[in-house]
């Protein structure tokens, strides 16, 4: 059974950084073609996109709001996907999700939400003033 699991949400104030963390079982990452993180803000409205790597690595995206103060990896060999996020904003409150695209015949990175097929429960993060 596949799972990917979201850690290292928290409370943190504006400024402070976190890193979370997606732990995959059941499944290796580099038989996805990409994995990425999205959130939903405490609005209820639909999650947005915030970033994602393909299987290489060698290519990502991010979202124009976080572009040069959030940085996704992914480590083979931990079977985990990260999400370092530095510089928070009051905005970046949200419950942020893990997700996974099959989809080798792509190409690209995706940023639609119906492109990713595998998803974890989330994890809530809390930024401050």
């Known amino acids: 059974q596949v799972q990917l699991v979201e850690s290292g949400g928290g409370s943190v104030q504006a400024g402070g950084s976190l890193r979370l963390s997606c732990a995959v079982s059941g499944r290796t990452l580099i038989s996805w073609y990409a994995m990425g993180w999205f959130r939903q803000p405490p609005s209820g409205s639909a999650p947005e996109f915030v970033a994602a790597v393909d299987w290489t690595g060698g290519k990502t995206e991010y979202t124009d709001t976080v572009k040069g103060r959030f940085t996704i990896s992914r480590d083979h060999a931990e079977n985990t996907v990260y999400l370092q996020m530095d510089s928070l904003k009051l905005e970046d409150t949200a419950v942020y999700y893990c997700?996974?695209?099959?989809?080798?015949?792509?190409?690209?990175?995706?940023?639609?939400?119906?492109?990713?097929?595998?998803w974890g429960q989330g994890t809530r993060v809390t930024v401050s003033s």
């Open positions: 997700a996974a695209d099959n989809d080798f015949s792509r190409g690209f990175v995706a940023r639609g939400e119906r492109s990713y097929v595998d």
